[in-house]
């Protein structure tokens, strides 16, 4: 009986300690790669002669520069700061959820962006 006790414990312990292990790996390796939700993205949109863009930045470093309209088939800005603004917050939360920052022709029509 008293081995079965020191073999659960023996068990009991390693499992813990497999788990600690796990857990810090994990996190270190969370850290190391930068995801983007751990880094801070910001939103700005510029005025360009015929329409709006916007840029992403994520650390303080343009990840995005955006001067047209994402997706659609013909090169179009954006007609209103809005507009670009909405699109542009839209990409940050992919982003921020850890997505691929990409949008689709049918969230563009989606969002009543005129083009």
Not at 80 to 109: C, Q
Request: proline share 3%; charged share 20%.
């Amino acid at each position: 009986m008293q081995m079965t006790k020191k073999n659960g414990v023996i068990w009991l312990v390693s499992l813990a300690l497999l788990v600690t292990a796990a857990t810090v790996l994990l996190s270190k390796m969370n850290k190391s790669t930068g995801s983007p939700d751990r880094l801070p993205v910001a939103l700005r949109s510029f005025k360009l002669t015929n329409g709006w863009g916007y840029e992403i930045l994520v650390d303080n470093k343009v990840y995005i520069h955006q001067d047209c309209i994402p997706a659609i088939a013909s090169f179009k800005r954006f007609n209103t700061e809005a507009e670009a603004l909405l699109i542009g917050n839209k990409v940050v939360d992919k982003i921020k959820h850890g997505h691929k920052p990409v949008m689709t022709v049918v969230e563009i029509s989606n969002s009543h962006i005129h083009y």
